[in-house]
C-alpha cells in the first residue's frame, strides 16, 4: 500500500514536467496557468496523470475528473475501489460525487458491486432529473444503464485486515493521533498498517483550457465503518462543490466532520467574497475546531481548493495533509498548513 504521507517519485511520460518531484511547502499566492489539475494526497499525483492525458489535449474538465476518480477506483487501494476494506459486516460499499461548471451534479452512496461508481454519477446526472441515489436504487441504476456487476468477493489484501479486525471489531471511528505507531489492530479502523492514518478519499478538481471548472470525490468510506454509514464524499456542498464563476473545493477526512458545516460550500462562498483559496480552507477548518477543540485532536480533515484564476490552497486540522498539483509547468505534491 502506497505511504501517502511521502511523495512517491513517478515516472509520467506523457507530462513534459518535471523529473522528479518533493514535496514543498504551500503558498498561497502563486497562480498555476490552465489547465490545472488538483487532487487530495500524494498518491492524487497518479490521478492527475489520468485527468493530464485529457486535460493536455484541450479537453473538458469534466472528463478529466472523471478520468481521475476512475483511476483511484481501480488503483489497488484500502480506501477507494472495490478492493478497498469493507464495512462491519464484510462489504466494500461505494460513494461518489461530481459536479461539472454550470451547476449540474450526481452522487452514489451506499453503492456495490460497481467498479466506477464516479461514472455512474455522472450518468445520473446527466440523464435524470435527480442528484442523489443510494443503495439498492442506485445499483439498479447502474445496471440499467450498462455497468457490469462485479463480485463482492474482497480482496487478499482487505480480506486480511478485516480478518484482523474481527479479532477485536472494535469501531473507534476518529484517528488517535497518539496512538498512531500501533498495529492497525490496535488502533481506529481508519489508520492504515505502519500507523498511517486512511485517507478514505480522492478528491480532484480542475480548471480546462476553456476555463471551465469542474470536480469529482470518489471513496469507499470509512473501514470497518457501520453498514450504511455514509460521509461527506457523496454530498454536493460538503465533500464538493463547484461555482464556475469563483472555484471549486473537495475534502478528505473524517467526513461526519464536514458534513456538520457544509464545508466545501463555506469554502466557495468566501472565495466570493474575495478569500484566497487557503484562506478559505483554513476559516473552514476553524470552524470544524472551534466545534470541539479536544475531539479535533484526534482526527483528520483536509481541504483543497481552486480558483477561477488558477490560485490552489489548502489547509487541514492535523500535519502531513497532502495534495498534488499537475500543470504544463509543475507535478508536484505539497503539504498543507494545518490548525495543531
Not at 471548472?213 to 471513496?219: E, P, Q, R
Not at 481541504?303 to 495534495?323: D, H, M, P, R, W
Request: charged fraction near 20%; hydrophobic fraction near 35%; glycine fraction near 8%.
Amino acid at each position: 500500500m502506497p505511504n501517502r504521507r511521502k511523495f512517491i517519485q513517478l515516472s509520467i511520460a506523457s507530462l513534459p514536467l518535471l523529473a522528479s518531484c518533493q514535496t514543498a511547502n504551500t503558498n498561497n499566492t502563486q497562480i498555476y496557468k490552465k489547465p490545472v489539475v488538483v487532487s487530495t494526497w500524494d498518491s492524487g499525483i497518479r490521478a492527475n496523470a489520468a485527468a493530464w492525458k485529457v486535460l493536455q489535449q484541450n479537453g473538458y474538465a469534466l472528463d478529466a475528473v472523471e478520468e481521475a476518480s476512475k483511476y483511484a477506483e481501480i488503483e489497488k487501494s484500502c480506501c477507494v475501489g472495490l478492493a478497498a476494506n469493507p464495512d462491519r459486516d464484510g462489504k466494500v460499499t461505494l460513494d461518489a460525487s461530481i459536479m461539472d461548471d454550470k451547476g449540474n451534479c450526481g452522487g452514489v452512496a451506499f453503492l456495490q458491486h460497481i467498479q466506477h461508481p464516479i461514472s455512474v454519477a455522472r450518468k445520473l446526472m446527466e440523464t435524470t432529473p435527480h442528484v442523489f441515489m443510494v443503495g439498492e436504487g442506485a445499483e439498479q441504476f447502474a445496471l440499467q444503464n450498462g455497468f457490469e456487476k462485479m463480485s463482492d468477493q474482497l480482496s487478499p489484501e482487505a480480506q486480511a485486515s478485516y480478518k484482523k479486525w474481527l479479532e477485536k471489531s472494535e469501531y473507534k471511528p476518529v484517528i488517535n493521533i497518539e496512538n498512531l505507531t500501533k498495529p492497525q489492530s490496535q488502533t481506529a479502523p481508519n489508520v492504515l498498517e505502519n500507523g498511517k492514518p486512511n485517507h478514505d478519499t480522492m478528491g480532484t478538481i480542475a480548471l480546462d483550457a476553456n476555463g471551465n471548472l469542474c470536480g469529482s470525490c470518489t471513496t469507499s468510506g470509512m473501514a470497518f465503518k457501520m453498514r450504511g454509514r455514509v460521509g461527506d464524499s457523496p454530498i454536493i456542498g460538503a465533500g464538493l462543490f463547484v461555482d464556475n464563476e469563483v472555484g471549486a473545493a473537495t475534502s478528505s477526512g473524517l467526513g461526519e466532520e464536514v458534513i456538520r458545516i457544509c464545508g466545501t460550500h463555506l469554502i466557495i462562498e468566501l472565495m466570493r467574497q474575495g478569500w484566497t483559496p487557503e484562506n478559505a480552507c483554513k476559516e473552514a477548518i476553524n470552524r470544524i475546531v472551534k466545534r470541539n477543540p479536544e475531539k479535533a485532536k484526534d482526527f483528520q480533515v483536509g481541504f483543497i481548493a481552486l480558483s477561477k484564476k488558477g490560485e490552489v490552497g489548502a489547509f487541514a486540522v492535523q500535519k502531513e495533509f497532502t495534495y498534488s498539483i499537475t500543470n504544463n509547468e509543475i507535478n508536484q505534491v505539497f503539504e498543507s498548513k494545518s490548525y495543531f
